[in-house]
């Protein structure tokens, strides 16, 4: 997701991508913004939008995007990961031009979109990338289908919130802040220009035009789909229980100014996984993919060059 300032929160060329796609894939229009974005259906009847960047015959990375974001959102990072790596941005279900069903939306579901994405294209393995929520997919890929993870890299992330010991316990604080209550209010056709998505799409740095496209990308997401995302995605939302099942090289990449994770919910994050290596890009917050690509990729590819 975007980053927020308030308290608590934020190819090849076209014509050979359309002969070497696998069956059942469809281009945007040329020309469009978002025209890189191609379409494929899943095995399980799920359309999933994507984005396929870098040669082909280069090692695969699969990326996952945070909440109410999309492929399109991450173009720059992954023009920049595509020099070295055959990259696939794709469009977790729910958002931008992949099926938006009422349910399901937990974290493996869409777990299992992107294994069923992988067996499309017909990669056996990957280097998984996730951000944000798709930093919680991706650690959920690899605990569930450890065979088909090279390295795992979580960006700006969480392990979850703990399961609740009791029914008396108390309730944990609103995901978003009071911008909770402002996704619950929402009612279609949504405004991308209204107050609640330039608050929610204030990226620092963020190129203005994206921004503008990225706030109409969100919009065309239907309201009932962003509270199912929100509620549905509480459903075990504490990746603490299948942490231990993560064995692939791991890295955590953290914004040190994130406002939606703090640096002791970094430091349970490692705690539960000792493995991995953890970075702290010191001046980038929440979004950081989105706030300076070239500074993320840097870490990325200096992760993946390790032996």
């Known amino acids: 997701m975007p980053t927020h300032k308030t308290?608590?929160?934020?190819?090849?060329?076209?014509?050979l991508a359309l002969f070497c796609s696998p069956p059942g894939t469809a281009a945007q229009p040329e020309g469009a913004w978002g025209s890189e974005r191609k379409t494929v259906m899943l095995a399980n009847g799920m359309q999933m939008g994507y984005v396929e960047l870098g040669d082909p015959g280069k090692p695969p990375l699969l990326f996952l995007h945070g909440f109410t974001n999309s492929s399109l959102g991450y173009l720059p990072l992954g023009r920049l990961?595509?020099?070295h790596h055959r990259v696939f941005l794709i469009d977790q279900r729910g958002h931008g031009e992949s099926s938006k069903p009422a349910c399901c939306y937990t974290r493996l579901d869409l777990a299992h979109d992107a294994k069923l994405f992988m067996d499309q294209f017909g990669l056996q393995r990957a280097h998984i990338a996730g951000h944000?929520?798709?930093?919680?997919?991706?650690?959920?890929?690899?605990?569930?289908?450890p065979e088909r993870v090279d390295r795992l890299m979580i960006i700006g992330s969480t392990i979850g919130r703990r399961s609740l010991p009791s029914r008396d316990s108390p309730r944990p604080p609103p995901t978003f802040g009071p911008l909770d209550a402002e996704i619950?209010?929402?009612?279609?056709?949504i405004d991308p220009d209204s107050a609640f998505m330039k608050i929610w799409w204030e990226v620092p740095g963020l190129d203005p035009q994206i921004q503008y496209h990225m706030r109409r990308e969100s919009a065309r997401i239907p309201a009932d789909i962003w509270r199912?995302?929100?509620?549905?995605?509480?459903?075990?939302?504490?990746?603490?229980?299948?942490?231990?099942?993560?064995?692939?090289p791991t890295l955590l990449l953290f914004g040190g100014?994130?406002?939606?994770?703090?640096?002791?919910?970094?430091?349970?994050?490692?705690?539960?996984?000792?493995?991995?290596?953890a970075v702290t890009l010191a001046e980038l917050g929440h979004s950081l993919p989105e706030e300076d690509p070239q500074a993320v990729s840097e870490a990325l590819l200096d992760f993946l060059r390790q032996p």
């Open 7 to 15: 308290p608590a929160i934020l190819c090849l060329a076209l014509l």
């Open 81 to 83: 990961l595509a020099q």
């Open 132 to 145: 944000s929520l798709g930093g919680m997919v991706a650690q959920t890929l690899a605990a569930f289908w």
């Open 184 to 189: 619950r209010a929402l009612k279609d056709p």
């Open 228 to 248: 199912a995302m929100l509620d549905q995605g509480e459903v075990a939302r504490d990746l603490r229980v299948t942490a231990h099942r993560i064995t692939a």
């Open 257 to 277: 100014k994130d406002s939606l994770f703090s640096a002791a919910d970094n430091a349970d994050m490692a705690a539960w996984l000792p493995h991995a290596q």
